[in-house]
């Protein structure tokens, strides 16, 4: 009598972890509910993200889960996640010609977005992903000997602001795009020189607040990779239960290296600020491990071992900042540092979001005021200046605000309307009919500082 309640009772059970399973592979944002739980509740909403972008990729397209993998706790040695298979914004690799000299020329440039010239993307199920398909992994500015002070002064004096973005090495980070996101951008021409500033002079002319506007489904990664010297020799290492580890080729020597994730910024426009969200390895925290010899230990606090629950008990991530989906897996040694919604505490205090080893130098930073300074400026109205890796290499490049390690809290709107972003005047009238000089990107800073001319 027992045996059909039974079977029924397991039936159901069976059903909802199927049902449960299924909604962690779907990509999570877009909808109404995601803006809900990125306002109201940030770390669960960071969490579904880190689940899906980890889940183990389906082989031979691009941004699709393995269907034979039910969650982020079952995966493959040495496969490519879900975020992996993105489009590639990076992978360009800037060389020192002659060497010592502190010129630099555009080398091997394997961007599927940002080309050299500036050619538009192909379809997103055009993206080779191929068995052979290698993991791009640019050379290091500091192998090559150069410090990035260096590479700044190689600039010329006309040159004022940081290189890159706060908290981007162009040379060692790797950042990807979903598919809304890069169909934007290949779609919108914002991939050339010459179409931003297309779409500088048409949103000027419409009195259009920003330069483009992405959809709500759109997201962006970046990450940090380091290498796990132990196991290039030794392939049963201990780090290869620790880490997400790939199987890259140095392009200096040739040889074949095992590298670990050990930083994962993700970025999502569910708000119309977006939505930051900050993982890394728990040995970056420490600086211990392989971590011992990668940027500086951690001077920001894990948002999860401060920050608890209603009743005192764990943070959005459980005890220790290790949440129950992941123990046991490689992926219980990654944690949640922080997420992102505005520029500001209630309080007036600045929000401060960084990565240890992504902003190693400028710890106390924050991700989304940087990102606010992401812009286009009309050539003809502002200096050949910003953050831009055409402009480093001496090829025309998108003029910008640029970025300092320094901006935190609010932007200052007086850097949108002053030649070259520097603050030398006061903010126009709230409701004057003055015209800022230079338009946003929409808190993308790849688009500025990625983009070449179409022009040779």
């Known amino acids: 009598m027992n045996v059909l309640p039974r079977f029924i009772l397991s039936t159901l059970l069976a059903v909802i972890a199927v049902g449960e399973t299924s909604a962690q592979v779907s990509e999570p944002g877009g909808t109404p509910q995601a803006t809900i739980d990125a306002l109201n509740n940030p770390g669960e909403h960071a969490w579904k993200l880190f689940f899906f972008l980890n889940h183990q990729a389906k082989q031979g397209v691009a941004g699709e889960p393995d269907s034979s993998k039910t969650s982020i706790r079952e995966y493959d040695g040495d496969r490519a996640v879900i975020w992996e298979t993105w489009a590639l914004a990076s992978g360009l690799d800037l060389v020192e010609d002659p060497p010592g000299s502190r010129k630099f020329r555009v080398g091997v440039n394997k961007s599927e977005v940002f080309k050299n010239p500036a050619t538009q993307p192909v379809p997103w199920a055009q993206l080779d992903r191929g068995p052979a398909t290698q993991k791009v992994l640019s050379r290091d500015f500091k192998r090559l000997g150069v410090a990035m002070g260096s590479l700044r002064a190689a600039l010329g004096p006309e040159i004022s602001t940081l290189l890159a973005p706060t908290g981007t090495d162009p040379a060692?980070?790797?950042?990807?795009?979903?598919?809304?996101?890069?169909?934007?951008?290949?779609?919108?021409?914002?991939?050339?020189?010459?179409?931003?500033?297309?779409?500088?002079?048409?949103?000027?002319?419409?009195?259009?607040?920003?330069?483009?506007?992405?959809?709500?489904?759109?997201k962006e990664v970046k990450a940090r990779w380091i290498p796990l010297s132990e196991c290039n020799q030794n392939q049963n290492c201990p780090d290869k239960q620790r880490y997400h580890w790939r199987t890259l080729e140095n392009p200096t020597t040739g040889q074949k290296e095992i590298w670990g994730l050990a930083a994962l910024h993700v970025i999502t426009r569910d708000l119309p600020n977006w939505f930051w969200a900050d993982f890394?390895?728990?040995?970056?925290?420490?600086g211990v491990g392989a971590c011992a010899k990668q940027g500086k230990p951690a001077e920001t606090p894990l948002v999860d071992l401060t920050t608890r629950g209603k009743n005192g008990g764990p943070g959005p991530s459980g005890s220790n900042g290790i949440r129950a989906e992941t123990v046991g897996t490689k992926w219980e040694n990654y944690r949640l540092r922080g997420t992102q919604i505005d520029f500001s505490r209630p309080d007036g205090r600045a929000t401060i979001l960084s990565n240890p080893l992504i902003?190693?130098?400028?710890?106390?930073?924050?991700?989304?005021?940087?990102?606010?300074?992401?812009?286009?400026?009309?050539?003809?109205?502002?200096?050949?200046?910003?953050?831009?890796?055409?402009?480093?290499?001496?090829?025309?490049?998108?003029?910008?605000?640029?970025?300092?390690?320094?901006?935190?809290?609010?932007?200052?709107?007086?850097?949108?309307?002053?030649p070259g972003g520097?603050?030398?005047?006061?903010?126009?009238?709230?409701?004057?009919?003055?015209?800022p000089l230079y338009l946003q990107s929409d808190f993308l800073w790849s688009i500025p500082f990625r983009a070449f001319s179409e022009n040779p």
């Not at 179409?195 to 500088?200: D, K, P, V």
């Open 280 to 286: 890394g390895h728990f040995d970056c925290e420490a």
């Open 359 to 418: 902003e190693a130098t400028f710890q106390f930073s924050s991700c989304i005021t940087c990102h606010s300074y992401a812009s286009v400026g009309r050539s003809a109205s502002v200096p050949e200046s910003g953050s831009s890796l055409p402009i480093f290499a001496r090829q025309k490049g998108v003029r910008n605000v640029g970025s300092q390690a320094e901006d935190v809290g609010r932007p200052k709107c007086e850097r949108f309307y002053q």
């Open 172 to 218: 060692s980070d790797e950042t990807r795009m979903n598919r809304s996101t890069y169909e934007t951008v290949r779609t919108k021409r914002l991939w050339s020189v010459e179409g931003l500033e297309t779409a500088f002079e048409k949103a000027a002319n419409e009195k259009e607040p920003l330069l483009v506007a992405f959809e709500q489904m759109s």
């Open 422 to 435: 520097v603050v030398i005047g006061e903010c126009p009238p709230i409701f004057g009919q003055a015209s």
